[in-house]
């Protein structure tokens, strides 16, 4: 187990709370707790997660994710004597199960890096415009999001009346609560017309879906039922509400900053790198657009102006290939060595299409240095020093050119960047993005989603 020292205020009910966090690449269960009047939260069970070759698809497990999280949830079970007041779940947006007339799912679900919406976005572009699309969502168009993937599976001939639900809410269904879309989460699906806060009809009617298979748009922090079925009969999950808190891990994120600063930016470093702010309302002028921010939901009804940045997956996926030549490099022995490796005159393009792909990472690097007119690098595994200061000097340069155009676009000058997420830990990578800004940098929480789940849970 892990635990964390973010610190709440002890509500009149103290029994315990249960976060879950589906990741991409591992799901985390976390348990707060009330220790002579102050609070604990402990990581009780990670488990892997990755998605699977199936018939030529790439899925996720849906069945090992669930019977990790009730293993889990048991463990919570036993350790919490004194209860367990509530369950939250966040997660990865966009992908989602479909479901039978019993609510039970029709197949695994498919990965958002299945490449079968690649087509799907081009036929709905046909259909509706990108600039028509950005105007009603905010949402920059990405072959990832629900919209598309529902398309595909219309044009794989899955009838457009089949239910589906987004897989943080799903796994809420499967304990027991309504079948519902928590806004945070709903507005990366790209079918929310964000001046009503709910389903575009004109979207859906021009991508040929069927609003009634939509779920319904819930605030975050609603309840949504009551744990049930076999988890139900111990003790602990007997009274257990299920809380749609801000199902997106992202918007669970920046609801778990401790921001003292009057005006700050944000960076949610991972997989991804989100570099944005917490705004008001959306912003989805043409500027915006054409500099590739998206307008997303946000816990206390604000919005996550933010862009993209493909983040620590370039050095994942290098790290990946060197292992098969034997070299296990881990990502704090790349940052220790990448501080002694010489300063990159030339950055990557984060924005490359190429480096969103997986496999052989450093030949897809080399690939776009050729395209540049430059030097191609060693990519063998003893040359991964080199790789990672590339890497991470080029994160930083990026990180300093999206917060200026976010400056242009909304006027807000930050005072600081808070970091949270894995990439917090990085102190090189933190150093880099300072002195790339000329702000100062303050590190979140490493968990700050599971963080900001319960926070939202503790706020019922």
Request: proline content about 5%; overall charge negative; glycine content about 8%.
């Amino acid at each position: 187990m892990s635990s964390s020292s973010a610190a709440f205020s002890m509500p009149e009910d103290n029994r315990a709370s249960v976060a879950i966090d589906l990741g991409a690449a591992s799901c985390r269960v976390s348990l707060l707790r009330w220790i002579d009047g102050r609070s604990r939260i402990e990581m009780v069970h990670r488990f892997a997660n990755a998605p699977i070759e199936e018939n030529g698809s790439m899925r996720w497990d849906l069945q090992a994710i669930c019977h990790g999280i009730d293993r889990a949830l048991r463990q919570c079970a036993k350790i919490a004597s004194e209860g367990i007041r509530s369950i939250g779940v966040d997660g990865w947006a966009s992908d989602y199960a479909r479901l039978n007339a019993a609510g039970e799912p029709l197949s695994d679900p498919y990965c958002y890096r299945d490449p079968r919406t690649h087509a799907a976005l081009q036929q709905v572009h046909q259909r509706i415009s990108v600039e028509r699309l950005y105007a009603l969502t905010g949402v920059q168009p990405s072959a990832i999001n629900t919209l598309y993937q529902l398309y595909a599976d219309a044009t794989a001939g899955i009838p457009a009346d089949t239910p589906w639900v987004n897989l943080p809410e799903y796994i809420l269904h499967w304990l027991g609560g309504e079948r519902v879309a928590e806004y945070t989460n709903a507005t990366h699906t790209g079918l929310v017309d964000f001046s009503t806060k709910n389903w575009s009809p004109e979207i859906f009617h021009a991508a040929g879906l069927d609003p009634g298979a939509a779920p319904k748009i819930v605030h975050s922090g609603t309840e949504i039922g009551r744990v049930r079925g076999p988890l139900a009969e111990l003790p602990a999950l007997r009274a257990t509400r299920l809380i749609a808190t801000a199902c997106h891990d992202t918007a669970s994120a920046i609801a778990g900053i401790d921001a003292t600063a009057n005006d700050w930016a944000y960076i949610s470093s991972g997989t991804w790198s989100l570099v944005g702010a917490l705004i008001d309302s959306p912003r989805n002028s043409e500027q915006a657009r054409k500099k590739g921010f998206t307008n997303l939901g946000a816990a206390g009804n604000k919005t996550c102006f933010h862009k993209n940045v493909n983040g620590m997956w370039i050095l994942h996926q290098c790290i990946e290939h060197w292992a098969q030549d034997g070299k296990l490099w881990t990502v704090p022995d790349l940052i220790q060595q990448a501080e002694l490796a010489p300063t990159p005159v030339e950055a990557l393009d984060l924005e490359d299409a190429d480096l969103l792909l997986s496999g052989n990472m450093p030949a897809r690097i080399n690939a776009q240095r050729q395209r540049l007119g430059l030097d191609e690098m060693d990519e063998s595994a003893s040359n991964a020093p080199k790789f990672a200061s590339l890497i991470f000097h080029s994160l930083a340069r990026n990180y300093a050119r999206v917060l200026e155009d976010l400056r242009t676009i909304t006027g807000r000058h930050p005072e600081c960047i808070y970091i949270v997420g894995g990439g917090s830990r990085n102190d090189l990578l933190n150093r880099l993005t300072e002195e790339a800004t000329g702000l100062a940098v303050r590190c979140g929480e490493v968990e700050s989603s599971t963080v900001g789940n319960l926070k939202l849970q503790l706020d019922r």
